[in-house]
């Protein structure tokens, strides 16, 4: 197995170690130690140097060049097309022998088919989720929503919305946290972050939707705005996230198998388990369910009726935005602006 460490910013390469006895051309993949966790999901640039690292002079130093992608895919692997040159030991000269190029390590097929299926996790986050955010854990999801997406009417959000609402509020950012069922099944209207539909789209806006603006102005009075966005929160700290992040067209809870559930329960657990308090806003039975995963004492859970028609009596007059609010002031920390207007 082999095993590598990031050298200090200004170094020009990253070393790398390899089994005792290595010969021939790269390995399948760099098996990277919890030094380089910080650039998971981070692409190195073409002419990074990385080095192995020699621990004797019996054989060669190997350099590598990157000359296309080389990807951190986790804190565990890295992979991408390198070539590399055999520099010779000290006192027998300075001579480099160019061995054969662009070995392409299997990791890099891997992440390229879930990508193309479900999009792309921001480095932050797969690092705050951890092993339910690695290539291993999200290939039976993106096969499951690949094979959807063959299908007609396809799989919404496309995969460059499936992750919106991590890439919308990084993990740092968050103050709260608003979790749904999964997306609308509308194409105009799915787009990642959960209840929110793009802020160019005239009405009529999504039942639920209406409701939440209803409640807004029942809650705290806060004016209704002429578009659906709820971009205004989720740049405000409040991640909108759904338990299930994909959904067939025109069939509500249609990917319920797909296995999202591992994933999402592992981003509320990492929010959870940070000291700063947040207000975790659950909406439908669905959310409820996942109130198990949060420190009641620590942060403030805010379970409520699902705002769709169905259940609006129980959602309506729940006064969710001003508990939340409550709650987080009597934690020490600051009141949430609800205002979407602007």
């Known amino acids: 197995m082999t095993t590598a460490r990031l050298y200090p910013a200004a170094a020009p390469y990253l070393p790398v170690s390899k089994p005792a006895g290595w010969r021939g051309p790269l390995p399948l993949d760099f098996v990277l130690s919890a030094d380089v966790v910080s650039l998971v999901g981070d692409t190195l640039p073409t002419g990074t140097r990385l080095r192995h690292e020699q621990t004797d002079w019996e054989t060669p130093a190997d350099i590598y060049i ?13 992979g991408g097309l390198v070539e590399f040159y055999v520099v010779n030991p000290p006192g027998q000269g300075a001579a480099y022998d160019w061995l054969p190029a662009e070995v392409r390590p299997v990791g890099l097929d891997l992440i390229t ?6 999009g792309t996790i921001p480095a932050d986050w797969v690092t705050a989720i951890g092993p339910a955010a690695s290539p291993e854990r999200l290939a039976p ?8 997406r ?30 749904g069922q999964d997306p609308y099944p509308t194409r105009a209207h799915a787009m990642g972050l959960a209840f929110s539909v793009p802020r160019d789209l005239p009405p009529p806006f999504p039942p639920s939707l209406r409701n939440i603006h209803a409640e807004l102005l029942i809650d705290g009075g806060w004016a209704v705005p002429g578009h659906g966005s709820l971009e205004a929160w989720a740049r405000r700290g409040v991640l909108l996230l759904n338990t299930t992040l994909t959904v067939q067209e025109g069939a509500p809870g249609s990917h319920r198998a797909a296995g999202w559930q591992v994933l999402t329960d592992a981003i509320i657990t990492a929010v959870a388990a940070r000291e700063q308090p947040a207000a975790f806003l659950l909406w439908g039975e669905h959310a409820k369910a996942k109130a198990g995963l949060i420190d ?19 959602f309506l007059g729940s006064r969710p935005f001003s508990r939340a609010n409550e709650g987080l002031v009597q934690r020490a920390s600051s009141a949430i602006d609800w205002s979407l207007e602007g």
Do not use: M, N
């Open 141 to 148: 999801i993106a096969k499951y929503v690949a094979s959807r």
């Open 296 to 314: 009641p004492e620590r942060h403030v859970i805010v379970p409520s009726s699902h705002p769709s028609p169905l259940s609006q009596k129980g």
């Open 66 to 78: 990157v000359t296309q992608v080389f990807r951190v895919i986790d804190g565990d692997h890295a």
């Open 113 to 118: 088919k879930i990508e193309a299926a479900i």
């Open 150 to 179: 063959q299908q007609t009417p396809g799989v919404l959000p496309e995969p460059e919305g499936v992750f919106a609402a991590l890439a919308t509020t990084p993990f740092d950012a968050v103050r709260a946290v608003i979790l």
